[in-house]
């Protein structure tokens, strides 16, 4: 058996066998001069998916998110996001270190701003106050376990946004977990949406990379600024290579990491200081949350690493995710780990 069985991000997934065979024979150049073929095929292929003109390779999720929230604002500028999202919360602040606008976040249910809500905190520029230019979505929400946030709310977002002028960026580092668990086409949500950003690198297992998707005009405006946050990358067609396989081979797969957090979490909900609602799980994260008479969360996870099972703690609980890397053996190691731990 191997030494842990790794819950705690779909990050740790290691590329596929056939990733790095794609790796070996990719067709190469330097992007930032514009003449990387890989590079090019894995954009192109991007926008067509999500339904836009064009799209942008980035090396990680969170600097694509900073240079949408660059693209779109000025200084002076408010950003609407929600309260718990990964944009405000766990990205080192880039909206006030790149962009220099103020966030303001709006809490939700699962994820879903209430758009009534959103049109009162939506501010016109005067001596005293900002102007709202950019309301900031996330699906699936990883910080409510995973939530997929409905079609419906992003609708009604759309026509707030279009009724003031506002943008709209879809933070959709997991959108193909919320487009496969909700049965509504990726291209769906992204029609809300003025850009989309989506990350390779989770449940795709991709090694590094995410995708920024827009129109044109503003995706060559994006690269600009990625070469300016230092995200040219030259010989970039051997990760975009991985990513290419990660958008034709590994989208479904992604059901079976929904299945997998569902059984565990239907078997672990009801155990001693776990608060979890299994109908909850919709995806591939579990986040409950812990109480227990005589044990802690940093306890609690340490002996869960003493029987192999790695997870985060979050405020107030735990997180464990599903993803590539483990399997049916791995998920009822950590059933058997948990029953152990929490016996009554
Ligand atoms: C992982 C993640 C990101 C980006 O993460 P990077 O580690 O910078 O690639 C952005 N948003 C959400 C919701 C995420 O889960």
């Known amino acids: 058996m191997k030494p842990y069985s790794d819950f705690r991000s779909d990050t740790v997934t290691r590329p596929t066998e056939e990733m790095l065979q794609a790796m070996l024979k990719a067709e190469v150049g330097d992007d930032v001069l514009g003449d990387d073929p890989t590079v090019k095929k894995l954009e192109e292929l991007a926008a067509s998916i999500i339904g ?43 909206m006030t270190f790149i962009s220099r606008v103020t966030p303001r976040p709006l809490p939700s249910r699962r994820g879903a701003i209430a758009p009534e809500l959103v049109r009162k905190h939506i501010r016109m520029p005067s001596v005293h106050t900002p102007r709202t230019s950019l309301i900031c979505l996330e699906n699936t929400h990883n910080n409510w376990g995973g939530a997929v946030v409905p079609l419906e709310n992003f609708l009604a977002i759309r026509k707030i946004a279009d009724e003031f002028g506002i943008k709209v960026h879809l933070d959709g580092a997991r959108i193909f977990n919320a487009s496969l668990a909700s049965d509504v086409p990726v291209k769906e949500y992204a029609r809300c949406c003025d850009s989309v950003m989506f990350c390779l690198s989770k449940g795709l297992s991709s090694p590094v ?37 990660s958008l034709t081979r590994m989208v479904d797969r992604l059901r079976e990491d929904h299945e997998r957090a569902r059984r565990l979490a239907q078997a ?33 996870v340490s002996r869960l690493k003493e029987k192999g099972i790695l997870c985060l703690p979050v405020f107030g609980g735990v997180r464990l995710v599903t993803h590539k890397d483990v399997d049916d053996e ?15």
């Open 209 to 245: 990379g995410s995708l920024l998707v827009a129109d044109r005009e503003t995706i060559e405006y994006a690269r600009r600024i990625r070469k300016a946050l230092g995200g040219g990358m030259r010989q970039a067609g051997l990760l975009a290579a991985c990513g290419i396989i």
């Open 330 to 344: 791995d998920v009822e190691r950590a059933i058997k780990a948990f029953r152990e731990i929490l016996a009554r």
């Open 52 to 94: 836009k003109e064009a799209a942008l390779f980035v090396p990680s999720g969170t600097m694509g998110n900073s240079i949408a929230v660059k693209m779109w604002t000025r200084e002076l500028e408010e950003v609407i996001v929600e309260e718990k999202s990964h944009i405000y919360n766990m990205e080192s602040t880039h």
């Open 268 to 300: 672990i909900y009801d155990l001693p200081g776990i608060t979890l609602n299994p109908e909850e799980v919709e995806t591939n994260i579990i986040i409950f949350y812990f109480n227990h008479p005589t044990m802690t969360i940093p306890e609690l």
